[in-house]
């Protein structure tokens, strides 16, 4: 019997980040980007959501990423917004975390000491933790310095702050018999996103496989924050095909929840 699935996209808020194009699309010449007629606004200044998901799957309560906190003052209300849907920190008992980008898991840091989840298994992929054990530069990614220097500290202290609650588990880990973590590398190296099948249809959770819109249709077009681009385009490709063929829909953490 497949029991009760709920799935709840729970807004952290967002952000403008400036110069979108040479963030998301620096394959795509500034003439050429102007020719692009969608979303037009968004060359100048590009306003992004940040969506983590609420999984309800029978008793258990799954939160998938946890948004950025006090890193930037137009987000983090993932915990009132959950406060809202009458969920409480202690409700949660697995945080799925599809990588260690500062809007991912700073959600996780909005108090200087405290767990904020308490009991809650941390989740990410073996890959993912084994790379940010090892203090990457990030000579591969081409952001400002300090932009850097703020994602390196972020993950430590992440690191650091939950190395007791933290569980490294492959890329193909199954939570309940309805959810399970998939592959989707290339944004960073052990990026994951999550299935959820309820029975008739599955719903692909991809975190940061696509930033924008505009990457499902141009998959080639990866973005500069990309750590192993030919890597993320193999994954759209996959996810693509997915959509395309199966009964399966998409919900990503940068994406218009409407998508
Ligand atoms: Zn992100």
Known sequence: ??????????????????????????????????????????????????TPTLIT??????????????????????????????????????VIITHLHPDHIAGLLIDDSKMIFPNANLLLSEVELNYWSSNPKLDEINIPHE???????????????????????????????????????????????VEVNDGNKSTLIVGDAFLHPLHIANPGWTASVDIIPETTIRTRRQIIKRLRNEACSMLGFHLPVSI
């Open 1 to 50: 019997m497949v029991s009760k699935i709920s799935i709840l996209p729970i807004s952290d808020g967002y952000h403008i980040y400036t110069e979108p194009r040479e963030l998301l699309f620096p394959k795509v010449s500034a003439e050429n980007i102007k020719n692009i007629p969608a979303r037009s606004n968004d060359w100048k200044e590009w306003k992004s959501p940040y």
């Open 147 to 193: 932009i850097k220097k703020m994602i390196r500290t972020t993950a430590e202290q992440f690191l650091t702050r939950y190395s007791s609650k933290i569980k490294a588990v492959p890329m193909d880990f199954k939570i309940t018999p309805n959810i399970k973590l998939f592959a989707a590398p290339g944004h960073t190296p052990g990026h994951i996103g």
């Open 57 to 94: 799957d029978g008793a258990q309560k799954i939160l998938v990423d946890t948004g950025a906190g006090k890193l930037v003052p137009t987000a983090g209300q993932l915990h009132n917004n959950l406060k809202k849907e009458g969920v409480t920190h202690e409700d949660i008992d697995t």
